[in-house]
């Protein structure tokens, strides 16, 4: 694979995975998937000491996106280094932090499900359920506002609000989810070796996740190496659909696509008429105002409250113009996805795409650029084929070898 190298010193890397740690090593940047794997056991949440089979050190950016691209989305106050996605892959995978220990961020997010769920909708601990579809954390770090509503600016904030958040992890503090993992000897030392100075605090376990996702990229698909020159990499199908997602279709205006932004997606928000269309706006607001709203986890409960979370960006805003309204989801791998929209109600691509044509679904914030389309139905195929060729090789093989998670709770 034509994947890009990147090298960059930690400032420890446990060569037991928890025991000693050299100044430094040189870590490549490889495919999607950082090829650590943090402890023996980890898919069952549990931790053991045991050595890896593959040492944390290889690690590439796919074709597709760039070493610049990827380096400029890091962020000073937190570092890429080997020690803290060692630890936040672990974190990932763990379902202890959640109140009833059958939750870990991959129950949602997982690698067999190219980091989403196949669900309409979230399902958090003791089966409640959310409002809102599970995006995939593919490429998220380039996003510049996560969550549909765009609520959270940081990997390190997203990781955050589902931690207490009762339809979610359901723990009932963020002090009580440091009390539980400091309970637990392998992540004190863990947290001592990736965190010298600041040890274990809720934003250094976001830190950790947060460093863990930066290493989850998408690229190396038929598309990637299409554009780069090899042109029989896509069918004549997917070139047509190709040929209409620029032109007639109208899909790149949203869904961009770059060189120096390659997500196919312009990381905007926008209205289309899902879920809105049908609700009566004036009394979701006045509920709106019903419920009080003085932080961060506030809000975060009112994107999975019934019927208010319909009103998208306007809970972050409080913008008129922003009600209906929620972000343009990546393209990449959209295949595995499914299913679609903010809040599932679409199954397949198929659905999607002519959901599309028709012009979505009318309502006084739509966006202006949704108009009908006079597409065929072999135009309408051609662009679903397209969206195929966006497949990561390196992300499919995954989802065929990874193990599903499940949600037997685990002892605490």
């Known amino acids: 694979m034509n994947a890009q190298s990147i090298s960059f010193t930690t400032n420890s890397m446990p060569a037991s995975m928890l025991e000693r740690r050299p100044e430094s090593i040189f870590l490549v940047v490889a495919t999607y998937f950082v090829v650590v794997t943090a402890f023996a056991g980890q898919i069952s949440g549990q931790f053991s000491e045991k050595r890896a089979t593959a040492p944390a050190e290889i690690f590439r950016v796919p074709t597709g996106i760039t070493n610049g691209t990827w380096r400029e989305r890091i962020p000073p106050n937190n570092p890429v280094t ?13 379902k202890r932090f959640s109140a009833d220990g059958t939750v870990s961020c991959a129950t949602c997010h997982d690698p067999a499900n190219a980091f989403t769920d196949h669900n309409a909708v979230a399902v958090g601990v003791s089966g409640k359920t959310g409002t809102r579809n599970v995006p995939t954390i593919l490429n998220a770090m380039f996003s510049e506002r996560l969550f549909w509503d765009g609520r959270a600016l940081t990997l390190e904030e997203q990781a955050k609000q589902p931690l207490t958040n009762k339809f979610e992890m359901g723990m009932g503090s963020y002090d009580a989810v440091v009390a539980r993992l400091a309970a637990i ?36 698909s038929p598309f990637d190496r299409f554009i780069t020159g090899t042109h029989d990499a896509i069918t004549e199908a997917q070139k047509r659909g190709w040929l209409l997602f620029q032109g007639r279709a109208k899909c790149i205006e949203c869904h961009n696509y770059s060189m120096e932004s390659p997500f196919f997606s312009d990381f905007n928000f926008h209205n289309t008429g899902i879920g809105l269309f049908d609700k009566n706006l004036e009394s979701l607001i006045n509920r709106l105002t019903e419920l009080q709203r003085t932080n961060d986890q506030g809000l975060s409960l009112l994107t999975h409250t ?28 959209i295949e595995l996805t499914g299913p679609y929209m903010h809040n599932g109600s679409q199954k397949t691509l198929l659905d999607v795409v002519k959901f599309y044509v028709k012009g979505g679904k009318p309502n006084p914030n739509l966006d202006e650029r949704m108009l009908p389309l006079n597409l065929t139905d072999q135009e309408i195929n051609d662009l679903v084929e397209f969206l195929r060729a966006l497949t990561s090789d390196d992300i499919l093989r995954e989802t ?3 193990r599903p998670q499940i949600r037997t709770a685990v002892p605490k």
Do not use: C, H, M, W
Request: charged share 25%; aromatic share 10%; proline share 2%.
């Open 400 to 402: 065929q070898s990874a």
């Open 306 to 333: 019934e019927g208010v979370s319909e009103l998208g960006r306007y809970l972050v805003t409080l913008n008129p113009k922003d009600i209906g309204v929620f972000k343009t989801a990546t393209l990449r791998d």
């Open 185 to 220: 000897p392998q992540y004190r030392r863990a947290f001592r070796l990736a965190f010298e100075k600041e040890g274990l605090t809720i934003d250094t376990i976001t830190k950790a996740i947060a460093s863990f996702e930066r290493t989850q990229l998408s690229g190396n």
């Open 82 to 94: 080997s020690a803290k996605v060692t630890l936040g892959q672990a974190l990932f995978f763990d």
